[in-house]
């Protein structure tokens, strides 16, 4: 089992950065692959960027990518997610997520394994 923790969330204005950070316990961090995804008030969870489990391959929503870096530090069993110009379209609940497979991470909520409790994220105008 891993069980993930998110933090970093809060109140932000636009243009506005956050980090996020996901730090896992249980077994070895550093084997899994690990995502960010969100969820809006009323609308669906979506993919926002992935690293792989060696950290080597990332990959991003065209809606983040410039804006959000994720990476990971496997000695702190963290994984980051860096958000700079910040929209209010940004504002949603984030989570974290972890599988084993694909060891490059996955835009498909449901190959992830293993998910944090969320984190809010609200960026006003």
């Known amino acids: 089992q891993v069980q993930l923790v998110e933090s970093g969330g809060g109140l932000v204005q636009a243009g506005g950065s956050l980090r996020l950070s996901c730090t896992a316990s249980?077994?070895?961090?550093?084997?899994?692959?690990a995502g960010w995804f969100r969820q809006a008030p009323g609308k669906d969870r979506e993919f926002v960027a992935a690293?792989?489990?060696?950290?080597?391959?990332?990959d991003y929503a065209d809606s983040v990518k410039g804006r959000f870096t994720i990476s990971r530090d496997s000695a702190k069993n963290t994984v980051y997610l860096q958000m700079n110009s910040l929209k209010p379209e940004d504002t949603a609940v984030y989570y974290c997520?972890?599988?084993?497979?694909?060891?490059?991470?996955?835009?498909?909520?449901?190959?992830?394994?293993?998910w944090g409790q969320g984190t809010q994220v609200t960026v006003s105008s």
């Open positions: 997520a972890a599988t084993a497979y694909p060891s490059e991470g996955s835009r498909t909520q449901s190959e992830y394994r293993f």
């Open positions: 249980g077994r070895t961090f550093s084997r899994y692959a």
């Open positions: 690293i792989s489990w060696t950290g080597g391959r990332t």
